[in-house]
Structures are given as C-alpha cells and as structure tokens.
C-alpha cells in the first residue's frame, strides 16, 4: 500500500489541575476517588437563581498557557453559552467560548516547536467548563440509564486547538508531549492525573475528507487511534470506497473507531454570549505582569542544560520532555557535577529500569545524593556498568544506598589479575573448540570473555579479562603455527 | 430588509430530536404554528435601524467580575434532594446516545 500524506489536527483538553476551586463555582476541585456527587453546589448545578463566577486565578492561568504558546490574546473577551441536551451539563448547556461570528475566545494563533523541529500552529485557545461522568450499567448499548457524578462538572478546562500541521501520529504524540511539558513548567498543569489531558483529533488522507476522532483519553491513546484511523482509511480508499466526512468514536477498550452518526450542526448549538457572566477587558498592566511572571519553558530550559552544563542536545531533548525528570537531573547535578554523564545515566539505564519497574519518576524511591553516589562508584571502579544496572534497579525500588546493595548482592568489581586468570583458565579448559575458534576469528574472543563475565554475573572488569584472554591465546598461538 | 421565516414541519422535527422529545402528528402542528408566530413577533426587532451601531453582546455595563480561587465545600446532600431519581449517591438520567 503506498504512503499516503497525512493531515492531522488536534483539540486537546487540558484540566487546569493547581486550581483549588473550579470554573465558576468554589467547589472544591479534589474530585479523584472522592464518592460521587460530593464536590457540587446549587451553582454546578444549575439551580435556578444562582449565578457563576469567573475564577480570577484560572484566567491566569489560561493567559499564561497562551503566552507561553505564543498566542495573540484578545483584550476582550467573553463565554458563550453551547446548548446542548446531555446530562453530562447540568444546566442543558456548557459555558464556553466560541471562535464563530459573535464569539471572542482568549486567544488565537501561536505555535509549539515539538523535539524533531517541526513547527505546529495553534489555531485558539479558550477557557471552558468540565462536563460531568457518565456511567453505564452494563453495556452502553443496553443500560436503560447513565448515572451520573457530577464531581468533575464545572472543573476549568483549557482547549488548545491546533491547525492541522501533524503529518503522522507520532508527531501528534510528540506534540502532546510538549505541551505536556510546557504546561507543567507553567506550574499549571499535572499530567500524571488521571484525566487531566484528553484530546479529539481530525485527520484526513491524500484522497480522502476530514474525519474526526473523539474521546482519546491520553497521551498514549492518541497515537492508537491514529494508527488505526489511517489503517482503516487507507483500505477503504485502496478500494476505491468513499470515505463519509463523519465523527467517529475511539473505543478504547476495543480499540477501534466507531461512528458516531450525529445529526448536529454547528449551529444546532445555538451559540451565544452568556448573559450570566459579565466580558473581561484585559490591561497591558495585567498581561506584563502575567508575561514577567512566567517560568523557565522546556526550549529555554534546553539551551541552559546544553549551554551551561554541557549536556548533550539529545540528552538534554529528553530530560526537557518531562518536567519531573528535568528537576530530577537538577537536583542530582548539585551532588554530582559530571553533567553529560549524569544525564546518560538517567535518560539511558534510569529510564529503562523505570519502564520495565512500571514506575513513574514521582513513585522513585531514590534520593538525587544516592545517584550521585553511584556514579562515584562507578568512577572510582568499584562496580561494572553491567552491575551498576542491577543496583540502580533495586535503588529506583527501594530507595536502599548503592553501597549497602552492592556488599548484600556482592557485586563489587572483581579485578584481581591472579582470580581472573584463574577463571580464564576454567574457561579455556572448558571451551577448547571456541579457543580454536578464536585463533582464527576475533568474534569467539568475545565468546570467551563473555563466559568470564557470565562466571562473575558481570562482575568482572570486562577490559582486564580480554587482556588475559588475549594473552592466553597469544601463547598457544606459535605452538600452532610451529 | 427583515426577512420572513417560517418554520416547517422538518424544522420541528429537528428541534424535538435535539431536545429529546416525542411529539405527535398534532402535537407537530401545533407547535409549528405557535413558533412560528413567536418568531414572526420578534422579527419587529427587525425592522430597528442599527445603522452604524456596534454590536451589543451584554445589556449590563459591567467587566471583569472575578473571586478568588478559594475552595468552599457546599453539604452535597441538601442538592442531592433535589434530582427525582438517583441510584446511591448517583443521579440517573436517561441514556442518550
Ligand atoms: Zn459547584
């Protein structure tokens, strides 16, 4: 099947997790694992007589995202009223805003530059409230009723809508990453909560029209979705079957798309300006004062890491990619000052082992000082870089000192010229079709080295070994020839 | 120029499916002529001459209404009373798919 060009644009939904209230109400925010209905008022609700009000800090905090994402910021604004009859809304209808005739969202234009250089536009932003959780009994296709937890309701949302200028689902995924990144040194945003960033996504193939994709719940499903949207298009085209301009749903747990044959139109939404909340005129005086407050960005935090402590640009890409890690390498490079190999370690072996651990770099147990100490061990020679994973493992999920693992576990670094020898020995009594071998053939010396190796469970200092193998073989050598 | 709409029988049937509703063959036509009376009534506004007038999106000369972000825990179970059906703390709603 030829590789068609793929367009792909996304609408990512970001909770703005910091704030203490929500939107427009002052429920508290701490809904998660909460039973349900605790967190909502006669406000969230929609009670008759009672009126929203805007949270002064969420604002901010929105105005930040957008001068962080280097957008043009309206000095006027409003919320729009989108009706809708879903019992996700309390009130029949979301206060949001609207980029339509007779809308005014927070901010359009601006552009995020993702880790492999491509430049992606953002189209707007707008502040938005929450809609609610809905839960099906059984099957959603069967349950007479949805049950509903309004706790969620009302929480402030920022949408970030982006022009389609992703061209694989890759850079869909890496542009979620950075903006994942962006919003955390912004201090507005944790995206290890669950469900605090959520995206639909539109996509079109060479060909083919525009399709929409909702209820991508992460990061990591957007890529999923993607994939399988291209897959499905690119058959039905190579087929020569039209594809339907429709919206269509990700299942997550089938993970497939569905469509989701809606029959509203844009202006069945009825849009209008919400007479409960009264515009906002914004000030230079506020928006510089918002724009001096702001906090050191990933691509800024980059060229320092590069610039000033010598890190490599693909190990600082990394650190930068996720705000924890980046203040993680910080901290450690106060005990430890080597920084290019600091940041090796903790991009290469300290997130492998987190990975395969299941960990996340808020769960470790480590201490940025003990880090540093095993990089110490590991410059004095006191272990290999083989075993140096083991206790870095056992490190990351305990929080135990690398020198207490290394004397429990034995893995202090056998260099001892007299033991190897002995141990090459046993190797070359052991192998002598291998010891043939590697007369003739440099590969089958790292078969006897590894057997060295394999003998010490990687204690052994893997350059003295083949030094001794080396030798070894140079004196059967002559006897051979001769 | 003010512009006469009037509403079809699809129109109402459009708007019922928006807002869940089942009507009637009767039910329809009542509902066609009453609305579109309404909107007959509201296109005087129409006839208005707004020449040269910038648009009005609120009628209160108010700005910037802000609070503080402060949390405040309402007691859930008095608006809990109010919903006519719920399951555990739950509220039920009908499936809308
Ligand atoms: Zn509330």
Redesign the interface.
């Known amino acids: 099947m030829a590789v068609k060009t793929v367009k792909i644009g996304l609408e990512v939904h970001c909770q703005l997790t910091s704030?203490?209230?929500k939107l427009f109400c002052?429920?508290?925010?701490d809904y998660r694992g909460k039973?349900?209905?605790?967190?909502?008022?006669?406000v969230c609700?929609g009670?008759p007589g009672t009126l929203p009000?805007?949270?002064?800090?969420?604002?901010r905090s929105a105005i930040m995202i957008a001068l962080a994402l280097h957008s043009d910021i309206s000095r006027f604004t409003?919320f729009t009223r989108k009706n809708?009859?879903?019992?996700d809304m309390a009130k029949n209808f979301q206060i949001s805003q609207y980029d339509g005739v007779?809308g005014a969202p927070l901010a359009k234009g601006g552009y995020v530059v993702l880790n492999n250089g491509k430049t992606v536009r953002i189209r707007r932003i707008q502040l938005e409230e929450d809609p609610a959780r809905?839960?099906?009994e059984g099957s959603?296709?069967t349950?007479?009723?949805?049950?509903?937890?309004?706790n969620r309701h009302g929480i402030a949302l920022v949408e970030i809508v982006t022009e389609p200028d992703m061209s694989s689902p890759e850079e869909a995924r890496l542009f979620l990453q950075k903006l994942r990144s962006i919003l955390e040194h912004l201090g507005v945003f944790d995206g290890e909560l669950e469900g605090a960033m959520r995206c639909d996504a539109n996509i079109s193939l060479e060909g083919g029209v525009r399709v929409e994709i909702k209820n991508i719940s992460s990061y990591k499903e957007v890529e999923r979705a993607l994939m399988f949207e291209i897959t499905r298009q690119s058959n039905l085209l190579s087929r020569g079957i039209k594809i339907a301009r429709e919206t269509r749903f990700w299942d997550e747990r089938r993970r497939i798309t569905v469509s989701l044959r809606t029959?509203?139109t844009e202006e069945?939404y009825r849009y209008f300006?919400e007479?409960d909340?009264?515009?906002?005129?914004l000030t230079d005086e506020f928006l510089d004062d918002v724009k001096r407050k702001l906090p050191m960005l990933p691509d800024e935090r980059r060229r320092v890491f590069v610039e000033k402590y010598g890190v490599s640009e693909q190990n600082a890409d990394v650190l930068v990619s996720d705000k924890a890690l980046a203040d993680f390498f910080e901290k450690c490079l106060k005990h430890y000052d080597k920084a290019q190999e600091l940041s090796s370690l903790l991009v290469g072996d300290f997130l492998a082992q987190l990975h395969s651990l299941n960990m996340s770099i808020r769960d470790v147990k480590v201490s940025p000082s003990q880090i540093a100490k095993l990089l110490k061990l590991l410059d004095d020679k006191v272990l290999t870089g083989l075993s140096a994973k083991t206790v870095l493992r056992e490190m990351i999920a305990t929080g135990e000192d690398p020198e207490s693992i290394i004397q429990k576990k034995e893995l202090h670094r056998i260099s001892s010229r007299d033991m190897l020898t002995e141990l090459v020995d046993q190797v070359f009594t052991m192998n002598p079709k291998a010891v043939e071998d590697a007369l003739v053939n440099e590969k089958a010396i790292h078969f006897l080295v590894g057997q060295v190796m394999r003998m010490t469970r990687g204690k052994a200092d893997p350059t003295l070994v083949r030094e001794i193998v080396e030798e070894k073989l140079g004196k059967i050598e002559p006897n051979r020839v001769g | 120029m003010p512009q006469k709409k009037s509403i079809t029988a699809k129109d109402i049937r459009?708007l019922a499916?928006?807002?869940?509703l089942d009507l009637s063959k009767k039910e329809e036509e009542t509902f066609r002529s009453q609305l579109s009376k309404i909107l007959e009534y509201f296109s005087k506004i129409d006839e208005a001459n707004t020449e040269g007038l910038p648009?009005t999106?609120?009628?209160?000369e108010?700005?910037?209404?802000?609070?503080?972000?402060?949390?405040?825990?309402?007691p859930?179970d008095l608006?809990?009373q109010?919903p006519p059906?719920k399951?555990?703390?739950?509220?039920?709603?009908?499936?809308?798919?």
């Open positions: 704030l203490k209230s002052s429920c508290p925010t039973p349900p209905n605790t967190n909502i008022c006669p609700m009670e009000v805007l949270n002064k800090e969420a604002l409003y809708y009859f879903y019992p007779g809905l839960i099906y959603i296709d349950a007479p009723s949805a049950l509903v937890d309004y029959k509203e069945d300006p007479p909340l009264p515009p906002i005129v | 459009h499916w928006l807002a869940k648009p999106f609120h009628v209160v108010q700005y910037n209404i802000f609070r503080e972000d402060e949390p405040c825990q309402f859930s608006v809990l109010n059906k399951k555990g703390r739950f509220i039920k709603a009908a499936r809308i798919v």
